[in-house]
């Protein structure tokens, strides 16, 4: 039975328990339990390479003392077991420095058991244990990959700019950064960890070599993440491609510490990020930034602070909205400095639909080095592939698509010599950014007015020009209905 078939089977038998409510939910008992089941797979490993292996999780609540037995506990007592000694033992490990503990409580500490029936609890627990076995390569390749999966299913409802950032996106910028061997790189709202599992794969690929590299590497890898999901399935991923002891992935707010706090010694060489747009903060969270950029805007608050976090020298690749690109006020103060601090090299202008189905918003990936101030910024449209008017869940970004960008890109070190104008690529110099107040929204000059002829792209066009003409009328009625109510209020107080 294949893995994406036996989580499929999981999901239909915690879809007849009342206890779980919606795909989130779903998703999060099913990590918890995998979480359990992966580490033990791992703890075999580790037990084979080294006889003073000892577990930083009590006997009794080893996945193999208590779920491995296809016959073992089952009904209440399973469910007795999980709410009463497994969840509480587990949010209150000692750590007394290990590490390990320290990891295994902060993935449980917002954990939590919704399933009401102890016999469906066992029927999942059966399903994960016979047909999943992390320690077979094949299986852990292909878990990986179903992984991805269900960290796109979770991610399938999008709320407050939160995203699943597609693979193809995520190992384009790591491939551009090109994180080295020792450079540390930081994603400071890391999500499930698509950013960080890039960045393991890029360096092992080109860089590790040796047992002692593999070392180097697991210690430059850092996340931070405010939610509990995500925490929990972004530990699940570091385990699953090969950090031993992620406890570098935080569960905190990184926006919550004042952006001063930040000194020299937390400086990164790589960020690597999709932030959170369009959402906003808790109130006063702003209030650790300095007055010219205080917002509620996250994306904004996190991009002052890549700025800060980064190394003179350090290299960056972000995901942002179009918002960002032409918004005014501190955005503007913050365009500003972002041009006077680094050089915002590179702007990838990607077509819409690539978050789709999860949102239409239209977004770019931003490339930029601290320590040098910008000259020229570098604008690239990323074209739709050929036959393509959109992408979808059945047609989604590749990453081979950016093989145009990838051969056009040349290199840093001589100021992009090689890059030339095309119709794709255009250059935009400082001095004319500045004669727009920092607008960065630059359309592709080579590129005329385009009129299409398609009756589906029309129609759409005249249903969205419909919509804003409703709009308009839906305000105008509103604000007579206000000025209507004044005067009346005023008559009555005569």
């Known amino acids: 039975m294949s893995i994406s078939t036996v989580i499929k089977s999981i999901q239909d038998i915690m879809r007849k328990d009342v206890g779980v409510d919606g795909d989130a939910q779903r998703i999060g008992q099913l990590v918890w339990m995998l ?10 490993e580790w037990e084979l390479f080294d006889d003073n292996y000892k577990s930083p999780i009590p ?18 007592e399973l469910k007795n077991f999980i709410d009463a000694t497994l969840f509480p033992g587990l949010q209150n490990l000692e750590i007394a420095g290990d590490k390990r503990a320290a990891v295994i409580r902060s993935v449980f500490e917002d954990a939590y058991n919704y399933m009401k029936s102890g016999q469906l609890i066992r029927q999942v627990i059966n399903k994960i244990q016979e047909g999943i076995d992390f320690n077979k390569s094949q299986q852990r390749h292909a878990f990986g990959d179903m992984y991805e999966q269900i960290l796109k299913d979770l991610q399938s409802a999008g709320n407050s700019g939160e995203f699943y950032t597609p693979r193809a996106v995520t190992e384009f910028m790591v491939d551009r950064v090109d994180p080295k061997l020792e450079d540390s790189v930081m994603d400071p709202a890391c999500g499930t960890g698509g950013f960080l599992t890039c960045t393991i794969e890029h360096k092992r690929k080109r860089y590790v070599q040796s047992p002692t590299d593999e070392k180097v590497l697991q210690q430059t890898i850092h996340g931070v993440e405010k939610k509990p999901l995500p925490h929990l399935l972004a530990t699940t991923n570091m385990i699953l491609h090969g950090i031993e002891t992620p406890d570098q992935i935080r569960h905190d707010n990184t926006l919550n510490r004042p952006y001063r706090d930040w000194g020299p010694k937390e400086r990164v060489d790589v960020i690597v990020a999709n932030p959170p747009f369009g959402g906003t903060e808790e109130d006063g969270i702003e209030n650790n930034f300095p007055a010219e950029f205080r917002t509620r805007e996250t994306a904004d608050l996190f991009m002052a602070l890549f700025i800060r976090l980064l190394k003179d020298g350090g290299r960056a690749a972000v995901v942002l909205p179009d918002g960002f690109l032409f918004g005014e006020g501190m955005k503007t103060r913050l365009k500003e400095r972002l041009l006077n601090d680094c050089n915002l090299h590179t702007i990838v202008r990607l077509p819409n639909g690539v978050f789709n189905p999860y949102t ?28 393509y008017k959109s992408y979808s869940k059945t047609k989604p970004m590749r990453f081979d698509e950016f093989a145009t960008e990838i051969d056009w890109w040349g290199n840093e070190a001589d100021g992009f010599a090689k890059r030339v104008e095309n119709e794709q ?3 935009v110099s400082l001095s004319d950014i500045q004669a727009r107040n920092y607008n960065l929204d630059i359309k592709n000059p080579h590129v005329g007015e385009q009129i299409s002829h398609d009756p589906d792209e029309l129609l759409a066009q005249y249903a969205d020009q419909q919509n804003d003409i409703q709009k308009l009328r839906d305000q105008l009625k509103g604000i007579l209905a206000a000025a209507l109510t004044g005067e009346k209020g005023g008559e009555t107080a005569k």
């Open 425 to 427: 690529a255009w250059k």
């Open 59 to 76: 006997t009794a609540m080893r996945w193999r003392n208590w779920a491995a037995n296809p016959e073992g506990i089952t009904g209440d």
């Open 35 to 44: 979480f359990l089941k992966i580490y033990d797979d791992r703890e075999q």
């Open 360 to 387: 239409g918003i239209k977004t770019n990936l931003l490339f930029f080095t601290k320590g040098q101030p910008t000259e020229n910024i570098w604008y690239y449209e990323h074209p739709y592939p050929e036959g």
